[in-house]
Structure formats: structure tokens, C-alpha cells
DNA sequence: CCTTTAGTTGAAGTGCACTTCAACTAAAGG
DNA sequence: CCTTTAGTTGAAGTGCACTTCAACTAAAGG
């Protein structure tokens, strides 16, 4: 029984190209042995450290953020069924207010583009950062046309909110 | 009154810098008029796309796709309230996917986590691109336990779809 | 009028997440 | 055993969305 993968074995199964896996072990997100050959054999442990990964860069986190995840497994032994739910449910704030923003950008889009979103710096729509993934300051839905701009002064819009 | 913008005061009210304003006009999302001394002076129009382009990068637009979509708007005249609203409505399909994808994530990410996602290939969570954003071959939910692996033959997950 | 503040340009730099390349070596198959 | 396929490295390149820099000019304020 083959135990450990080879990097091309661990790309195909992972979706992963070999050059990104490399890419990560470089970052310290995954592991590998050696051979005598200075090939690289990867546990299988290592599979589900990948896929961690990439569903992680879903939710929209960041490489660095994902390895610091990743560092705070135990050490020693795999990492049991309640270590990767750990981990995860550390993402589900993240992945919640992701799927708030966005919806609430859903149900102000016509209503922000018609009117313009003067206010941009205060509409939710300007949430600064990756698509809506960053804890910054909270975001808030846009001002009824804060200036008195008659070019903008389109729709009047009804979704202000505290 | 004033009816065209410096850079600054453009900047100051849609909370863009000025260097990214001018990098949208090489991009050609934006246009300004000259002053004498070849500054630029922008129309107060040119608010409402600088909020658009922002809104729409929020979608998880290119500024590519964004500049399409602007070349779309009418030329002569000022963009009408219906013209944004067309805009906006050619995002929102974009959006309810986004959403979508992301609310799968979210109610199996414990699950999908804790099966190592051996099937990264067809997991929704492993939808390539810009965190959700596109619109490539259909995602899948993971199936169950694809290979018969005791490594990862974790949590039995119930999440299959067509 | 002079100083300060705001603007101009093209070129280069930044950060993220990789990929590509050249020049190799290792392992597997017939 | 030889060829093919798969692996190795460090350095450089890619694409996106900008920002920074140097060396200037324009406009505004007192």
C-alpha cells in the first residue's frame, strides 16, 4: 500500500497544479518527505490539507491567513474530525457576513445604481477589500442623496438603515 | 456653479484615489475634459460611473467586463435612470449565483471539511476563478466518499446532489 | 507676486497567487 | 539498458488593480 503520494498523484487528485503545490509547501501550508531522489512524497493527510485550502480561498481568505489556520492544528498527529470542523467553523462568521453583504447588495442593486450612490464611501456597496470579505469597519447601506446633487437626484432610495 | 470636477473633488466624493481614477481613464472607463493647463475636469456624470464601476467590482466584476458594460450606455446623451437600472439588472444573475454558491458553502462546509472533499474536481467548494464568481461548467456538490479511502473516509456526508 | 497646494506624465513598483522557463536528475516501462 | 515520463531548483514572468516616484506645471490663497 502506497502510503505516500507522488506531487503528480496529489495534483490530479487534488485539482491542484503541481507548481502551486509547491507553491504552498514554499509558504508552509503542506508538507512533504523526500526520497532519496529529492522527490517529493506527500502523506495523505496531505490531501485534506489541500483541500482545506481551497476551500478556504473560497470563502475568500488569504493564503497567509490560511496558513496561520493551518498552524494551529495539532502538531504530531493527524488532525482528527473535530480539528478540521474547528477550523472550519472559524470560517462560517467570515462566509455568513460574506452571503449578508452580497444579499443586501442584491436587494439594493437598482435602487444604489439608480441612484447613483453618492455616498459612496458610506454605502454598502463600497465595502473596500475582496468582494465584500473584509471585517473592517461595518458597512453600511447608503444615505438618502447626502447632497443635494440634482444630477444624482434620481430614484429616491428607501433603504437606509441606522 | 461649478458643473465639472477637479480629480481631487472627484476623488474626495467617490472615495477613489485619484491615481485609480486615472488609471480608470487609461482603462477608458471614465472620461474628463481639459482645462487650458491640461488638468482634468470631470462631469458630474462621471460620479455615477465611478459609483457604478465601484458597485460593480463589489459584484465581483473585471474592470474589463465593467468597461463593456459602460460602452453599452448611450453615447450623446446622459446616461437615464432606466439605462443604469439595464446595467444593474445584467449584474444580478452574476449576484444570485454568487449567493447561491455561497450559502452551499456555507451549509456543507462543516461536512465538506470533514470529509477531506476528496473530490475537490467536483465539489462546489472548489469552484475555480474569483471566489465564486464564475460562470464555468456547472459546480457540483462533493459526492460521498468517491475512492474508498480510510484516510479521509471521515464523516459519512449526506450532501449529494445530481 | 510669491508660496502653497493640487495637478500632470511615464515608468517602475506592489501584492497576491500562481505559472513558466531552463537546465537539470530520478524513476518507470518495455 | 535505454528511452520516456515525471520530478528538481531558482529566477523570472503573468495578470489584475492599483500605488509610488521623480520631475515637472497649474491654480488658488494671502
Redesign the interface.
Known sequence: MPDSLTIGELSV????APSALRYYERLGLIRADRTGGNQRRYA??E??R???I??S????ISLDEIRAALDSLPEGR?PS?QD??R???S??SR??E??RL??E??DN??G???C???S??R?V???PG????GEGPGARLMLPRPTG?P??A??PSGVTRG
Not at 480561498?57 to 475568500?60: A, D, E, I
Not at 475582496?130 to 470579505?133: R, T
Request: charged fraction near 20%.
Open positions: 487528485r487534488s485539482g491542484v495523505r493527510a490531501l485534506r489541500v483541500a482545506f481551497r476551500i480561498q473560497q470563502v475568500g493527524t474530525p478540521w470542523a477550523l472550519s467553523a470560517w462560517q462566509l455568513d460574506k452571503i452580497l444579499t447588495l442584491r442593486l437598482d444604489c445604481i439608480g447613483g450612490c453618492l459612496l464611501q454605502c456597496l463600497n465595502n475582496d468582494a465584500l470579505g446633487d444630477t444624482l434620481g430614484t
